[in-house]
């Protein structure tokens, strides 16, 4: 990867300078350990160029170098140049980017991306195992939002299909107390699947009422509706405890309407075969066909996914399309962009699956109501419950945290946040152990850490009070743990950057856990000796070790609402 910033700029510049390549064709990157340098540049491609040896160009490149305003030294270490930056300029950089709020690069400007996250299906709990789709996607988006890109957030909800018609069915026959909830539409569909097994007729009366459905009968509909709505009414509650906003919850009923010209428009290019008297798509490389029409004539989760593919590129000409789905539904969108390529729409290249793998769940704290799926909204709950719980006792064994002001609105912050950060610090598609003593742990890769990171930093500005350390000089800074942290620092916006290109929100965890480290080791470097105490004797020093604490604060806080949780002040 290339790093962004007017630092790394200047290693790039001097590189074309040195060689009479464009600076374009240098990426500058971090070194493998710190000590090497701040940046380094492979030589290859100069090399190749030049048909030499790349070390040999290096060395060369080398003795051109003369200290700028931004780089201190080059060295060459083999085939590659590392970089020393100038310190106070970095110092200065991080400072006033965090000041001003502009911590991110703008490549998204006049781009859209549309995201299509949770999309749960309804009748049905919102389990543990959609957190993953939730929490990924909902970063992704704040991750985009940053960026500069207009997000469009799509909740694409399984409202459509046959389940729908049994759930009806199985409703007429054995009735819901009032006021139904999604247990009991639950447990209706359940016991629908399992009488089906006795008695094949239910499948039909099932379809039999899809069909009413689909054909608009009024009883249908109305009873579809009251199901759809219960099912919101309890995914929202659990949108609502995470802060996510969708910019459009559009369903799979939505696109109903569209289903005869989408069969038409593929009939038209010659797309549709039948097979045993239901009509599919034949593929190249993919030994089963798309199946887009069942032999008794109703449309398909696929065939929606068409018309939806479609509806968001008229709607709103994406520079990318995101579908955060589990792994096990990487055929269903492999064989999509298949057919809309077939169907020659360009734009299905930037249509992606963005896949991601299981959760299990290890640890002995979570609870299950209702069969063995765990509710994601009582495992928020838990989490919280259990940091109130710890602030509660903290408060009465030490003053420190009775800084605390709000106990239960900060519990649920962090609680929530803990959950939120456990599923998106592993690799997007390694499967996710949910540890309820790691997710929860005070220090180590847990969001926990991260809070208190942050409540750390803004304790310390707190007992500044009045203290300013705007202006503050900054080339007091000369500690080795001083330079450590704004060198971090300087990665933020790279580091949301790759995580964007990449649809990773790990890069973002694993960055803010570094940071806490840096800033760990920053703060605690004053245990031993006080003149390394941010707030030490020395004035001048102590204002600017404020500011470098204020701007760690800033970006704290600006990566954690990256992945969606709330830095708190106090814990
Ligand atoms: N409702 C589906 C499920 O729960 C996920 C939908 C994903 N989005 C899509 N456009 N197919 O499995």
Redesign the pocket.
Known sequence: MSFHTPFAAACADFMARATDLPAASFAVDAPPRREMGDFAVGCFAAAKAQGKNPAVVAAEIVAKFAPTDLLASATAAGPFVNFQLQRGPVFAYCVERAAAGTLLPQPGADQTICI??S???ISKHLAFH?IR?TVIGHALAQIFRGLGYRVIG?N???DWGTTHGMLIAAFKKWGAPEPIDVTALNALYVRFRDEMKTNPDLENEGRAWFKKLEDGDAEARALWQKFRDVSWAEFETVYAMLGIKFDEIRG?SAYEPDMPRVMAELRDKGMVTESQGAQVVELDGEKTPMLLVTKDGTTL?AT??IA??QYRWNTYHFARSL????R??AL??RQ?WKALAKAGYAWSSKCEHVPFGLVRIGGKKTSTRGGNVVLLKDVFNEASDEIAERIQASVQNNDRTSEVTDIAGTAQKVGIGAVMFANLMSQREKDVDFDWEKVMATDGDSGVYLQYAHARCASILRKAGSDGHANADLSKLTQPGEWALARRILDYGDMAVRAGNNCEPHVICHYLLELAGDFSRFYTAGNGDATLRVLCEDGHTRAARLALTEATKTVLAHGMALLGLQAVEAV
Do not use: C, K, T
């Open positions: 299509d996250y999309s749960p299906n959609h789709s799509i694409h909800l399984g799979e989760y929606r996914d939806a593919a579908y955060v789905v589990d096990g539904q269903h969108f999509l």
